[in-house]
């Protein structure tokens, strides 16, 4: 998992327009934001957006470089998804869009025990892997067991 860094003033990533950042309360500007998952290149395969595991190594190893205290990180969860399409890039989707296109398909959406993510597929057409409510509880638990309390959350454009 790559972590993308970046300062509470920068509130877009411009190489991502399919997602923006908001805020629980103000961040300071000498917060840093780790982003705490990838962006999906069209070639990726499918696969949860972000696991607690992840997190943890990625919190983890920001925590011992020693730039910045746990006092200064704000963790960047993602609130969105992933669609997969046969033979087309990965698309990002809200959880309300995850929830119609499983609807529409008569598909469930069930929990991933090893991500906990919510996963769906309609074999043959699409795969779809989104974070809901009790995943980012889940996710915000681990980060403050590494003392990070500050959360922002990416949310889909």
Request: aromatic residues 6%; neutral net charge.
């Amino acid at each position: 998992m790559a972590a993308a860094c970046a300062s509470a003033s920068a509130r877009l990533d411009p190489a991502t327009p399919t997602w923006r950042i908001v805020a629980e309360s103000a961040v300071p500007d000498d917060v840093a934001i780790v982003k705490l998952f990838d962006d999906k290149t069209p070639a990726a395969a499918p696969a949860p957006v972000v696991t607690t595991q992840s997190l943890r190594r990625t919190l983890g190893a920001r925590l011992a470089a020693g730039d910045r205290s746990a006092n200064f990180i704000a963790a960047g969860l993602p609130f969105f998804g992933y669609l997969w399409k046969s033979s087309q890039p990965p698309v990002a989707v809200s959880l309300d869009d995850a929830r119609h296109i499983a609807a529409e398909a008569n598909v469930a959406l069930v929990r991933d025990p090893a991500s906990g993510s919510l996963h769906g597929v309609q074999p043959g057409s699409w795969e779809l892997w989104v974070v809901d409510e009790d995943q980012l509880r889940a996710l915000r638990a681990e980060a403050n067991s590494l003392g990070v309390r500050r959360v922002v959350l990416f949310v889909k454009r």
